[in-house]
């Protein structure tokens, strides 16, 4: 019997808002991105909490792009934003665009220069912030301050018809430059930017704030729980503020912890660093915390989603360990990828006592984790590739696998024993010679024969080539963003292994990228878009095991 999953403190308060009939009892959340980047892991808790809230409770999850800097948004990024949050199993209720209100956000702030609650200001950005003042001193009214509603009337529409030069004006809202609050210090509400918008065009030159914007788009989408990070709880008063100056629909903020995951930075400048500097290869470069690089890893959208609901929903900051992402996709492939065999640093087999030029198909099972999964055939000859690990001149006590004198089980194929090996000039291990115990075949095994080793192998006549990248954490430290060296010298060395001439099965010629499979022994891997015909490239998802937890002392 499954343990009954407790409510987290967001889940808590809607219940409560349904039982009080407040909003007819509706539940109606959004996910808002700016479409100025790829979305990353952290995106995908705040899309799993708000499309997952709508889905309990019945009720909507909107998506909204927040497009209000148009020197920075591009449509692409709306595509893969798009395409992320389908990947990842949702479905949005409507679909909106803050540009789509920039007219009715202009009248909001027409409505409010006429009830005196915000006016134009000349000064520069320097000379706002200098005004400010700082969190223990009051800040300094500007001299624009008082100016008639009628001035700051005309300067607005002035503003719009694109009179004055970026930097030249400014509307700010008029609120208290005194208060503790800092974002209530006469915060902006729009500024002036002559850039390309990927949707309205050239059609306007002021653009509004994000703390203009966001409370008055989720006021006319009529949201409900409009959840945000941390780092939003400063802003809350002023979302309110506006709100009830322009007595619009009460949408209400709430706040949650942010996701910060060890061994990753999320900051998506220091992102666009790795990418630009071309320390990875990309925004979907499997090494990113990007949506789009954990889905070419071979992440599936069940662990991504695993991963949110165990991390839970939390009111204080903490680091997560990037171990129990690790764990979930294991979880999840463990039950559905398929076994298959494949040979990163092939030496050859030889079984000298079997038949020459003759070959046989062994039985293996797809998943013994799933019977309904099925079994296929592997072919098997005289010569075989195996692991070079598998084999040792000098092997110490405990060693299993293949040693002179020593028997091991081929996987799903015969008990053999090394006879002997040849080596090359330089001392490295060319060919290892092996006996083969005809009545040892598995499932019809008569031998009498106990062995405690079993190793993978490949018929040498029929094994593929391909490449395969074995990628591990991007940075050696648990916090690089918290560190005071630079992050981008914290960067793992070891991040990309890449093995050009690795041998798989004859079948795992034919994947197609996106498909997952478990290299038996090595751990789960996924079929990577660079693959060609003749010459497919595997990516490493995860290992079998926690090797990072090994190394500092926790397994």
């Not at 018809?161 to 729009?190: C, Q, T, W």
């Not at 020459?356 to 010569?383: C, H, I, L, Q, Y």
């Not at 040892?440 to 080539?465: C, E, N, Y």
Request: include cysteine; charge should be negative; aromatic fraction near 10%.
């Amino acid at each position: 019997m499954s343990e009954e999953r407790s409510n987290n403190f967001i889940e808590d308060i809607i219940e409560k808002d349904i039982a009080d009939g407040k909003h007819g009892g509706r539940v109606h959340t959004r996910f808002p991105p700016e479409p100025n980047g790829f979305l990353h892991i952290g995106h995908a808790k705040s899309i799993c909490l708000n499309f997952g809230l709508a889905r309990r409770f019945g009720g909507k999850c909107n998506l909204r792009f927040d497009d209000t800097n148009p020197a920075k948004e591009k449509a692409d990024y709306v595509a893969s934003i798009k395409e992320d949050i389908k990947w990842l199993g949702f479905e949005w209720a409507e679909e909106h665009f803050a540009s789509d209100y920039f007219e009715q956000l202009y009248q909001y702030a027409l409505q409010l220069i006429r009830d005196g609650h915000a006016y134009v200001d000349d000064a520069s950005a320097e000379e706002i912030a200098r005004l400010k003042g700082t969190p223990t001193e009051p800040g300094k009214e500007s001299p624009c301050r008082n100016r008639s509603v009628e001035e700051n009337l005309d300067l607005f529409e002035r503003m719009r018809k694109g009179e004055f030069r970026e930097g030249e004006k400014v509307l700010r809202a008029k609120i208290d430059m005194a208060s503790p609050n800092m974002h209530l210090r006469d915060p902006l509400m729009y500024r002036i930017k002559f850039a390309h918008h990927h949707r309205t065009g050239d059609n306007w030159c002021i653009y509004p704030m994000y703390d203009f914007a966001h409370g008055q788009s989720d006021s006319m989408e009529a949201i409900t729980h409009s959840i945000c990070t941390l780092e939003f709880v400063v802003h809350r008063p002023l979302y309110d503020w506006f709100i009830e100056k322009l007595n619009i629909f009460p949408s209400k903020q709430y706040e949650f912890a942010r996701l910060n995951l060890s061994y990753t930075v999320m900051s998506k400048r220091k992102l666009l660093q790795l990418v630009e500097e071309k320390i990875v290869d990309g925004w979907d470069d499997p090494r990113m915390p990007t949506i789009s690089a954990f889905r070419r890893r071979g992440y599936t959208p069940a662990s991504i989603r695993d991963f949110c609901e165990k991390v839970g929903v939390q009111r204080r900051d903490n680091m997560i360990d990037v171990s129990l992402l690790e764990y979930c996709i294991r979880e999840d492939l463990n039950k559905t990828a398929t076994r298959v065999m494949a040979v990163l640093d092939p030496v050859k087999l030889v079984i000298s006592n079997y038949p020459e030029n003759s070959f046989e198909e062994m039985e293996t099972d797809n998943n013994p984790e799933d019977p309904s999964a099925g079994t296929r055939k592997v072919p098997f000859g005289r010569e075989l590739y195996i692991e070079r690990e598998d084999f040792m001149e000098n092997p110490p006590k405990k060693f299993f696998r293949l040693a002179v004198g020593n028997m091991v089980r081929l996987k799903s194929a015969y008990i053999v024993k090394c006879e002997n090996f040849e080596k090359d000039a330089d001392g490295n291990i060319t060919v290892i010679y092996c006996s083969y115990i005809p009545e040892s075949r598995s499932s019809q095994d008569t031998s009498g024969l106990k062995v405690k080793g079993t190793i993978h192998w490949l018929s040498a006549a029929h094994a593929k080539q391909a490449e395969v990248r074995l990628y591990d954490r991007l940075f050696l430290t648990e916090n690089p963003a918290g560190e005071e060296a630079d992050f981008r010298e914290l960067v793992n060395p070891d991040s990309l292994q890449v093995i050009p001439d690795a041998m798989i099965e004859p079948s795992l010629a034919e994947a197609k990228p996106g498909d997952r499979f478990q290299f038996m022994r090595k751990g789960y891997f996924c079929a990577d878009m660079d693959s060609r015909e003749g010459k497919p490239v595997f990516n490493r998802t995860v290992t079998l095991k926690d090797t990072w937890a090994k190394m500092a002392g926790k397994g």
